[in-house]
């Protein structure tokens, strides 16, 4: 290992370099090795990557790089992860701030350091800063003072640490708050003193409950709550008129509670990577909703309040467990994508076929055996994904999508294939991989697929026969 180690060692720092490696900046995870000797490594070999790039001439030493790097990495030399919390090296450094004569020239300033428990009197000369990011600080407040620096829109706060929640003094100016930590007590239980707030982000702050402290930010539109460990229960979201946008991705949510209700100005809602199997009817009241996602959750049917968002605009349904599209779909006419790939989708209602606004259409890699014939009425429709199904024919009437740019019918069991789906105009990709076809289709595959590809559209073809291209 040490052998190996210093052999790497000795490849990069003698080669010529083509090519900066990008550094990871804010939020870092990294390993906590149960060895020195481990750490000790990893920290010279992060200290390569930081002031090297790759000779791309050699790619042995690329590849001698990584393979230090997945052994080093291996589970059983890794007791955990911890965060670290870096300045954005692009931002101006205010240790550097000495040096100037005129600060009227920094617009984005990075403070970082624990010593720091207010901010300094030369941050207050950047009169014409727009950005302030505040690194592992130990500021019990953000001062009413700021307020004079009309130019800052964006504060970022990063692991700021102390025994009491972080105070927000009178502000009319910023508008967007970022806060990142490991402590959700340290956080401001009120946001309201910020009146021009527009966009809070509380991701990566192990916050388990809704922060119903936004609801007097009248101009909020934006709430992200990314990378959390909150579960809503029946009155956890209280009542807010204002917000636009709420992301709950990757938390721990199993029912989307009534209370949802309560944020009647929704227009985007995503909840994607929880582990929602059940969601309350008054989600239907949100009567501005156009964007909804609830990728990869366990919904084994979409539920009633779904079907009501007639707003809708796009829906993301993947990777969940639905078995079938009802009637109730017709209420989506506003629609215009669909995503329902990766499920277990074995009946689709005729009434799909109503939403003349769909542009796009997901139903790949779910138990598909046939699809209604009136989805050739959906007169818009751009892209039509049907792969991995189990379709034994398609209904003549797809070749009236005359915009169709996007089709992919690869792995189902269509043995037939019209010649006329070789004449969409607006034809940009075709998926045809790994079909039984019969014996006619084979003979005529080669040349429409050879004319096809004279327009420079992409073909993906079947191989099973060696007389067909693949």
């Not at 030493?61 to 007791?79: G, N, Y």
């Not at 029912?255 to 582990?275: A, D, M």
């Not at 689709?348 to 779910?366: A, F, T, V």
Request: charged share 25%.
């Amino acid at each position: 290992m040490r052998a190996l180690f210093s052999f790497i060692l000795v490849c990069l720092s003698t080669a010529c370099f083509s090519q900066k490696l990008i550094e990871f900046i804010g939020i870092q995870e990294e390993p906590i090795f149960k060895s020195k000797e481990d750490s000790v490594n990893y920290a010279s070999l992060q200290s390569i990557l930081s002031k090297s790039s790759i000779d791309s001439k050699d790619p042995r030493k690329f590849d001698s790089l990584f393979q230090l790097r997945m052994i080093l990495m291996s589970p059983d030399k890794i007791t955990g992860f911890r965060k670290i919390y870096r300045a954005n090296p692009n931002f101006f450094q205010y240790e550097n701030l000495s040096n100037l004569t005129d600060f009227a020239q920094v617009k984005e300033l990075s403070l970082s350091g624990k010593k720091y428990k207010k901010l300094p009197a030369e941050v207050f000369k950047c009169k014409n800063l727009e950005v302030l990011q505040l690194v592992n600080t130990s500021l019990s407040r953000l001062p009413r003072k700021i307020n004079r620096q009309t130019s800052l829109k964006t504060v970022i706060v990063l692991n700021n640490k102390t025994n009491k929640p972080l105070k927000l003094k009178k502000n009319s100016h910023v508008e967007t708050l970022v806060i990142r930590g490991e402590q959700p007590e340290n956080l401001p239980l009120s946001y309201k003193n910020f009146t021009s707030l527009v966009k809070l982000d509380l991701s990566n702050n192990f916050l388990t409950k809704y922060p119903n402290g936004v609801n007097h930010n009248k101009k909020l539109k934006e709430l992200i709550l990314i990378n959390n460990s909150i579960t809503l229960k029946d009155n956890d979201i209280k009542p807010n008129d204002y917000l636009e946008k709420l992301d709950l991705l990757k938390n721990e949510i199993t029912k989307v509670p009534s209370s949802i209700e309560n944020l009647s100005n929704l227009r985007t809602l995503k909840f994607n990577y929880n582990s929602i199997n059940e969601i309350a009817p008054e989600i239907g009241k949100l009567v501005k909703l156009e964007n909804l996602s609830l990728y990869n959750n366990q919904l084994a049917t979409i539920p009633d309040g779904v079907y009501q968002l007639k707003s809708l605009k796009q829906i993301d349904l993947y990777y969940n467990q639905i078995e079938k599209l009802d009637n109730d779909v017709m209420n989506w006419q506003n629609l215009e994508i669909l995503y329902l790939a990766f499920n277990k989708v074995y009946t689709l209602s005729d009434k799909l076929g109503e939403l003349k606004k769909l542009r796009e259409l997901y139903l790949h890699n779910n138990r598909l055996s046939s699809i209604p014939e009136n989805l050739g009425n959906l007169e818009n429709l751009i892209v039509l994904r049907i792969n991995n199904n189990r379709l034994l024919h398609l209904p003549p009437s797809l070749t009236k999508l005359t915009y169709l740019e996007n089709l992919d019918i690869s792995r189902n069991e269509i043995q037939y294939l019209p010649i006329e789906f070789f004449d969409f105009r607006q034809l940009k990709i075709l998926g045809l991989v790994a079909n039984p076809w019969d014996a006619e289709t084979k003979e005529l595959l080669p040349e429409k697929v050879k004319e096809l590809r004279a327009k420079e559209i992409i073909v993906h073809l079947n191989s099973f026969d060696e007389t067909v291209d693949n």
